[in-house]
Protein backbone atom coordinates (compact mmCIF):
# COMPACT_ATOMS: atom_id res chain seq x y z
CA UNK A 1 0.00 0.00 0.00
CA UNK A 2 1.15 3.42 -1.02
CA UNK A 3 -0.30 7.05 -1.88
CA UNK A 4 0.48 8.84 -5.00
CA UNK A 5 -0.01 12.89 -5.32
CA UNK A 6 -0.64 15.20 -8.40
CA UNK A 7 -1.28 18.58 -8.35
CA UNK A 8 -1.31 20.48 -11.61
CA UNK A 9 -1.87 24.21 -11.62
CA UNK A 10 -3.41 25.69 -14.92
CA UNK A 11 -3.19 29.03 -13.98
CA UNK A 12 0.42 31.02 -14.15
CA UNK A 13 -0.79 32.93 -10.80
CA UNK A 14 -0.80 30.06 -8.33
CA UNK A 15 2.74 28.33 -9.88
CA UNK A 16 4.00 30.13 -6.71
CA UNK A 17 1.85 28.23 -4.38
CA UNK A 18 2.34 24.66 -5.84
CA UNK A 19 4.78 23.44 -2.79
CA UNK A 20 2.08 24.97 -0.05
CA UNK A 21 -0.93 23.32 -2.00
CA UNK A 22 0.46 20.00 -2.48
CA UNK A 23 2.23 19.48 1.12
CA UNK A 24 -0.89 18.40 3.03
CA UNK A 25 -1.46 16.29 -0.33
CA UNK A 26 1.61 14.33 0.46
CA UNK A 27 1.44 14.51 4.69
CA UNK A 28 -2.62 13.21 4.23
CA UNK A 29 -1.07 9.98 2.30
CA UNK A 30 1.43 9.08 5.71
CA UNK A 31 -1.22 6.12 6.05
CA UNK A 32 -0.80 4.30 2.68
CA UNK A 33 2.97 5.07 2.86
CA UNK A 34 5.22 6.05 6.40
CA UNK A 35 8.57 4.74 5.66
CA UNK A 36 10.18 6.86 2.57
CA UNK A 37 8.69 10.19 0.13
CA UNK A 38 9.39 11.87 -2.90
CA UNK A 39 8.41 14.65 -4.83
CA UNK A 40 9.29 15.83 -8.57
CA UNK A 41 8.56 19.43 -9.24
CA UNK A 42 7.92 20.71 -12.87
CA UNK A 43 8.50 24.36 -13.50
CA UNK A 44 9.72 26.79 -15.89
CA UNK A 45 12.29 25.16 -18.20
CA UNK A 46 15.88 26.01 -18.53
CA UNK A 47 16.74 27.30 -22.07
CA UNK A 48 19.60 26.13 -24.51
CA UNK A 49 21.49 23.91 -23.41
CA UNK A 50 21.44 23.74 -19.77
CA UNK A 51 19.90 21.18 -17.89
CA UNK A 52 19.73 20.68 -14.06
CA UNK A 53 20.97 17.22 -12.33
CA UNK A 54 19.13 16.40 -8.91
CA UNK A 55 21.31 14.94 -6.68
CA UNK A 56 21.52 12.78 -3.46
CA UNK A 57 24.59 12.26 -1.15
CA UNK A 58 24.85 9.46 1.01
CA UNK A 59 23.18 6.29 -0.94
CA UNK A 60 23.98 2.56 -0.45
CA UNK A 61 26.87 2.36 2.23
CA UNK A 62 28.07 5.78 2.59
CA UNK A 63 27.17 8.15 5.49
CA UNK A 64 29.69 10.91 5.10
CA UNK A 65 28.42 14.21 5.30
CA UNK A 66 27.55 16.03 2.25
CA UNK A 67 30.49 17.91 1.07
CA UNK A 68 29.01 20.16 -1.61
CA UNK A 69 31.33 22.76 -1.87
CA UNK A 70 34.29 20.17 -2.30
CA UNK A 71 32.07 18.86 -5.13
CA UNK A 72 31.48 22.38 -6.65
CA UNK A 73 35.03 23.01 -7.02
CA UNK A 74 35.96 19.63 -8.58
CA UNK A 75 32.94 19.65 -10.62
CA UNK A 76 33.87 22.95 -12.10
CA UNK A 77 37.65 21.97 -12.89
CA UNK A 78 36.38 19.41 -14.55
CA UNK A 79 33.73 21.12 -16.93
CA UNK A 80 33.93 23.77 -18.47
CA UNK A 81 31.36 27.00 -18.47
CA UNK A 82 29.47 28.21 -15.27
CA UNK A 83 27.44 26.03 -13.43
CA UNK A 84 25.38 26.79 -10.14
CA UNK A 85 24.99 24.36 -7.28
CA UNK A 86 21.99 24.69 -5.10
CA UNK A 87 21.94 22.55 -1.92
CA UNK A 88 19.36 21.66 1.22
CA UNK A 89 20.87 19.10 3.12
CA UNK A 90 22.01 15.60 1.30
CA UNK A 91 20.18 16.71 -1.85
CA UNK A 92 21.29 19.21 -4.46
CA UNK A 93 20.62 20.37 -7.97
CA UNK A 94 23.50 21.33 -10.25
CA UNK A 95 22.12 23.40 -13.62
CA UNK A 96 25.26 22.91 -16.05
CA UNK A 97 25.76 23.28 -19.82
CA UNK A 98 27.83 20.10 -19.35
CA UNK A 99 26.17 17.31 -21.22
CA UNK A 100 24.20 14.95 -18.85
CA UNK A 101 25.78 11.61 -20.02
CA UNK A 102 28.95 13.12 -19.09
CA UNK A 103 28.07 14.49 -15.91
CA UNK A 104 26.67 10.70 -14.69
CA UNK A 105 29.82 9.10 -15.78
CA UNK A 106 32.15 11.75 -14.23
CA UNK A 107 30.01 11.99 -10.78
CA UNK A 108 30.53 7.92 -11.19
CA UNK A 109 33.96 7.83 -10.83
CA UNK A 110 34.91 11.10 -8.88
CA UNK A 111 32.11 10.78 -6.33
CA UNK A 112 29.92 7.47 -5.91
CA UNK A 113 28.45 8.32 -2.69
CA UNK A 114 26.26 10.73 -5.12
CA UNK A 115 23.46 9.07 -6.82
CA UNK A 116 21.40 10.91 -9.67
CA UNK A 117 17.68 11.36 -8.80
CA UNK A 118 16.67 13.42 -12.08
CA UNK A 119 17.70 14.50 -15.63
CA UNK A 120 16.53 17.50 -17.22
CA UNK A 121 15.44 20.98 -18.16
CA UNK A 122 12.58 21.54 -16.44
CA UNK A 123 12.50 18.90 -12.81
CA UNK A 124 14.01 19.06 -9.34
CA UNK A 125 13.51 15.48 -7.60
CA UNK A 126 13.66 15.27 -3.81
CA UNK A 127 13.13 11.84 -1.77
CA UNK A 128 14.39 10.41 1.47
CA UNK A 129 13.26 7.85 3.70
CA UNK A 130 11.66 8.82 6.62
CA UNK A 131 7.89 10.10 7.77
CA UNK A 132 6.57 12.44 4.61
CA UNK A 133 6.22 15.58 7.12
CA UNK A 134 9.67 15.17 8.41
CA UNK A 135 11.09 15.14 4.27
CA UNK A 136 8.90 18.29 3.56
CA UNK A 137 10.83 19.71 6.65
CA UNK A 138 14.29 18.35 5.40
CA UNK A 139 14.09 19.92 2.48
CA UNK A 140 11.42 22.76 2.43
CA UNK A 141 9.48 21.29 -0.26
CA UNK A 142 6.02 23.44 0.92
CA UNK A 143 7.95 26.28 -0.32
CA UNK A 144 7.97 24.59 -3.79
CA UNK A 145 7.29 26.87 -6.98
CA UNK A 146 6.35 25.43 -10.41
CA UNK A 147 3.59 24.09 -12.88
CA UNK A 148 3.02 20.67 -11.82
CA UNK A 149 4.33 18.27 -9.15
CA UNK A 150 4.15 14.22 -9.13
CA UNK A 151 4.63 12.43 -5.50
CA UNK A 152 4.58 9.05 -3.34
CA UNK A 153 4.43 8.11 0.13
CA UNK A 154 5.84 4.60 -0.06
CA UNK A 155 5.45 1.92 2.21
CA UNK A 156 7.79 -1.15 1.14
CA UNK A 157 6.75 -4.57 0.06
CA UNK A 158 9.08 -5.76 -2.09
CA UNK A 159 12.49 -4.06 -2.22
CA UNK A 160 14.35 -1.90 0.54
CA UNK A 161 13.92 0.93 2.00
CA UNK A 162 16.29 3.33 0.72
CA UNK A 163 16.31 6.58 -1.27
CA UNK A 164 16.77 4.72 -4.60
CA UNK A 165 13.90 2.64 -3.93
CA UNK A 166 11.67 5.96 -3.08
CA UNK A 167 9.37 6.69 -5.57
CA UNK A 168 9.40 8.83 -8.15
CA UNK A 169 11.31 6.57 -10.44
CA UNK A 170 13.19 8.95 -13.06
CA UNK A 171 14.58 7.63 -16.71
CA UNK A 172 16.05 9.51 -19.35
CA UNK A 173 15.30 13.55 -19.29
CA UNK A 174 11.96 15.60 -17.42
CA UNK A 175 10.11 12.15 -16.98
CA UNK A 176 9.06 10.47 -13.81
CA UNK A 177 6.48 7.59 -12.74
CA UNK A 178 5.07 6.93 -9.41
CA UNK A 179 3.54 3.79 -9.00
CA UNK A 180 0.73 2.11 -6.00
CA UNK A 181 0.65 -1.85 -6.87
CA UNK A 182 2.96 -4.26 -7.65
CA UNK A 183 4.05 -5.50 -11.28
CA UNK A 184 4.61 -9.71 -11.09
CA UNK A 185 6.80 -9.35 -13.96
CA UNK A 186 9.65 -6.70 -13.83
CA UNK A 187 12.69 -9.60 -14.34
CA UNK A 188 11.24 -10.21 -17.94
CA UNK A 189 10.91 -6.32 -18.35
CA UNK A 190 14.70 -5.83 -17.24
CA UNK A 191 15.57 -8.60 -19.60
CA UNK A 192 14.26 -7.52 -22.54
CA UNK A 193 15.20 -4.15 -21.71
CA UNK A 194 18.83 -4.47 -20.71
CA UNK A 195 20.51 -5.88 -23.72
CA UNK A 196 19.53 -2.64 -25.62
CA UNK A 197 21.81 -1.14 -23.12
CA UNK A 198 19.22 0.08 -20.31
CA UNK A 199 20.85 0.11 -17.26
CA UNK A 200 18.99 -0.17 -13.67
CA UNK A 201 20.09 1.44 -10.48
CA UNK A 202 17.74 -0.95 -8.14
CA UNK A 203 15.35 -4.09 -7.77
CA UNK A 204 12.15 -2.06 -7.75
CA UNK A 205 9.51 -3.33 -9.93
CA UNK A 206 8.36 0.22 -10.35
CA UNK A 207 11.62 1.14 -12.23
CA UNK A 208 11.15 -1.51 -14.81
CA UNK A 209 7.63 0.21 -15.74
CA UNK A 210 9.64 3.88 -15.55
CA UNK A 211 12.22 2.72 -18.08
CA UNK A 212 9.86 0.90 -20.26
CA UNK A 213 7.95 3.93 -20.77
CA UNK A 214 10.89 5.98 -21.48
CA UNK A 215 12.65 3.45 -23.89
CA UNK A 216 9.15 3.59 -26.00
CA UNK A 217 9.29 7.19 -25.77
CA UNK A 218 12.67 7.42 -26.87
CA UNK A 219 11.33 5.08 -29.61
CA UNK A 220 9.23 7.41 -31.02
CA UNK A 221 6.01 6.87 -28.69
CA UNK A 222 3.84 9.86 -27.03
CA UNK A 223 3.33 9.15 -23.49
CA UNK A 224 -0.06 7.75 -24.01
CA UNK A 225 1.12 5.56 -26.87
CA UNK A 226 3.53 4.22 -24.44
CA UNK A 227 1.24 3.70 -22.10
CA UNK A 228 -0.83 1.49 -24.31
CA UNK A 229 1.92 -0.44 -25.34
CA UNK A 230 2.74 -1.01 -21.85
CA UNK A 231 -0.80 -3.14 -20.92
CA UNK A 232 0.90 -5.86 -23.15
CA UNK A 233 4.09 -5.95 -21.35
CA UNK A 234 3.02 -5.28 -17.64
CA UNK A 235 1.61 -7.40 -15.50
CA UNK A 236 0.10 -6.98 -11.96
CA UNK A 237 -1.95 -4.32 -10.16
CA UNK A 238 -1.20 -0.83 -10.63
CA UNK A 239 -2.55 2.79 -10.30
CA UNK A 240 0.34 4.53 -12.38
CA UNK A 241 1.20 8.61 -12.12
CA UNK A 242 3.33 10.42 -14.69
CA UNK A 243 4.94 13.58 -15.38
CA UNK A 244 6.20 15.20 -18.12
CA UNK A 245 7.34 18.82 -18.66
CA UNK A 246 4.63 19.26 -20.58
CA UNK A 247 1.90 16.55 -19.14
CA UNK A 248 0.65 15.14 -16.09
CA UNK A 249 -0.83 11.22 -17.14
CA UNK A 250 -2.61 8.85 -14.54
CA UNK A 251 -4.14 4.87 -15.81
CA UNK A 252 -5.19 2.03 -13.97
CA UNK A 253 -4.95 -1.32 -14.68
CA UNK A 254 -8.30 -3.74 -15.80
CA UNK A 255 -9.33 -4.87 -12.35
CA UNK A 256 -8.52 -1.03 -11.12
CA UNK A 257 -8.20 -2.25 -7.61
CA UNK A 258 -5.40 0.14 -6.62
CA UNK A 259 -7.56 3.26 -5.90
CA UNK A 260 -7.16 6.77 -7.41
CA UNK A 261 -9.24 9.81 -7.05
CA UNK A 262 -9.43 12.75 -9.08
CA UNK A 263 -10.27 16.24 -8.53
CA UNK A 264 -10.16 19.18 -11.34
CA UNK A 265 -10.98 23.16 -11.35
CA UNK A 266 -10.64 25.75 -13.72
CA UNK A 267 -7.75 26.48 -11.42
CA UNK A 268 -6.57 22.70 -10.65
CA UNK A 269 -6.05 18.63 -11.56
CA UNK A 270 -5.66 17.32 -8.61
CA UNK A 271 -4.86 13.86 -8.15
CA UNK A 272 -4.32 11.38 -4.83
CA UNK A 273 -4.82 7.86 -3.74
CA UNK A 274 -7.40 8.94 -1.25
CA UNK A 275 -10.03 12.03 -1.45
CA UNK A 276 -9.11 13.14 2.73
CA UNK A 277 -5.72 14.35 0.60
CA UNK A 278 -8.05 16.91 -1.46
CA UNK A 279 -10.13 17.69 1.11
CA UNK A 280 -8.23 21.33 1.94
CA UNK A 281 -7.73 21.98 -1.82
CA UNK A 282 -9.46 25.63 -2.16
CA UNK A 283 -12.42 25.04 -4.74
CA UNK A 284 -12.88 21.23 -4.25
CA UNK A 285 -16.67 21.37 -3.17
CA UNK A 286 -17.45 22.62 -6.59
CA UNK A 287 -14.47 20.45 -8.62
CA UNK A 288 -15.14 17.30 -11.05
CA UNK A 289 -14.54 14.97 -8.94
CA UNK A 290 -14.24 11.23 -10.49
CA UNK A 291 -12.10 8.13 -9.71
CA UNK A 292 -10.56 7.00 -13.51
CA UNK A 293 -11.96 4.19 -14.94
CA UNK A 294 -10.01 0.82 -16.09
CA UNK A 295 -7.32 1.25 -18.74
CA UNK A 296 -8.54 4.72 -19.50
CA UNK A 297 -5.79 6.80 -19.70
CA UNK A 298 -6.54 10.71 -18.38
CA UNK A 299 -3.77 13.48 -18.72
CA UNK A 300 -3.51 16.99 -18.77
CA UNK A 301 -1.20 19.49 -20.52
CA UNK A 302 0.94 21.72 -18.65
Not at 10 to 24: F, I, N, V
Amino acid sequence: MCGIVGLLLKKPALHGRLGALMTPMLIGMTDRGPDSAGVAIFGEPLTGDAHKVSLFWGEGQSHSEPDWKRLSQEFSAEFDGKHKIQTTGRHAVIHTLAAPADVRKWLADAAPEIYVLSVGRSIDLYKDTGAPADIVQRYKLNEVTGTHVVAHTRMATESAVTPAHAHPFTAGEDFCLVHNGSLSNPHLVRKKLEPMGIRFVTDNDTEAACRFFEWRMREGDDLTTAVKRGFEELDGFFTFLMGTDKELLIVRDAFACKPAVVAETEDYVAIASEFRSLAHLPGVRHAHVFEPRPTEIYSWKA
